[in-house]
């Protein structure tokens, strides 16, 4: 595949070249298949030239792949992480009852990145009249399930998909990290959210101490994440679109020790020797709630 890197703009300050270096690039042309831009897949550590804004803060790659490249991987991606959907609708789940304090209409939810739809099932049982999901991957939506499958649009979202002032809550999850747009997407959210609607959003931390500690080795570092950010960056972000910011906090998740081990940087020979024992064992489905480095954002349009 040959292809340039195009860079790109501090999306809350709109600099380019205004950013010191974190870490080089460190990918060659293979990274760019399929399987590497797959959900959850085990960390390799490659990842575009990681910079952060002098003036904000934010933390992006530059230069990037073209959009279009990207979305094209997107859609060839695959479905890997069915045995993690329970703890993620536990996780997903417990975050969305925390937006009922808000006392938002629960007439029709939209989920970007949904996957197969396996959150837009925990969104109807939590009281939503009609739910609609917006996923890339055609081997994703495959496996959803009769009932889901025909509210999920395959698409990336964009300008004209969906008719304007339609949802009551926006969810997404561990995805906006990965969007090259963060202006378009987030002014397109807007969009579509009816007046007091509201967005939640949950997302790498990249200030968390995991990430503090790890640095490059954190699993966050990925060739996948176009942007990282910190509550601060977030809620600047979201605030510049007015949207009022209602909390962000850091999450817990429900996460299973063999997920946890996946994650964990280590050499790839040990840590797939490990990941076949726990496998073997009554460990593989031990879970419990940890605070991984992950924040969420709950937004009001206002």
């Known amino acids: 595949m040959g292809f340039e890197l195009v860079s790109t703009t501090c999306a809350i300050c709109t ?24 959900a959850r897949r085990i960390p390799d550590m490659v990842h575009y030239q990681i910079v952060r804004c002098n003036t904000c803060g934010l933390v992006r790659s530059d230069p990037v792949a073209d959009t279009n490249i990207i979305k094209a991987l997107y ?12 703890n993620l609708t536990k996780t997903y789940g417990h975050y969305l009852r925390k937006t009922e304090k808000y006392q938002i209409s629960k ?74 747009d963060p202006n378009m997407f987030l002014g397109e959210c807007v969009k579509l959210l009816k007046s007091g609607g509201i967005i939640l959003c949950l997302n790498h931390n990249v200030e968390a101490m995991s990430s503090r500690i790890l640095k490059e080795k954190s699993p966050i570092i990925d060739i996948e994440h ?11 972000l979201f605030e510049k679109h007015g949207l009022r910011v209602l909390e962000v906090k850091p999450v817990w998740n429900v996460v299973r020790l063999y997920s946890l081990f996946r994650l964990f940087p280590m050499p790839r020979r040990i840590k797939q020797k490990i990941l076949d024992f726990v496998d073997t064992t009554l460990l593989r489905k031990l879970s419990f709630p940890l605070p991984l480095g992950n924040l969420y954002v709950i937004a009001q349009k206002l």
């Open 226 to 236: 176009t942007y990282l950010y910190s509550p601060k960056t977030i809620k600047q």
């Open 107 to 180: 007439q029709h939810l939209l989920e970007i990145g949904c996957g197969n739809g396996f959150f837009l099932k925990e969104a109807l049982l939590q009281g939503f009249k009609e739910v609609t999901g917006i996923e890339p991957s055609k081997d994703a939506i495959s496996m959803a399930s009769p009932a889901i499958q025909p509210e999920i649009i395959c698409d990336m979202l964009r300008p004209g998909l969906l008719p304007s002032n339609t949802f009551n809550t926006i969810c997404i999850f561990q995805t906006f990290d990965h969007i090259s």
């Open 75 to 86: 859609q060839q991606s695959s479905f890997t992480y069915n045995q993690e959907t329970p």
């Open 15 to 38: 600099t380019k070249n205004n950013a010191s270096v974190l870490y080089p690039a460190n990918f060659d042309v293979e990274a760019f298949n399929p399987d590497v831009f797959s």
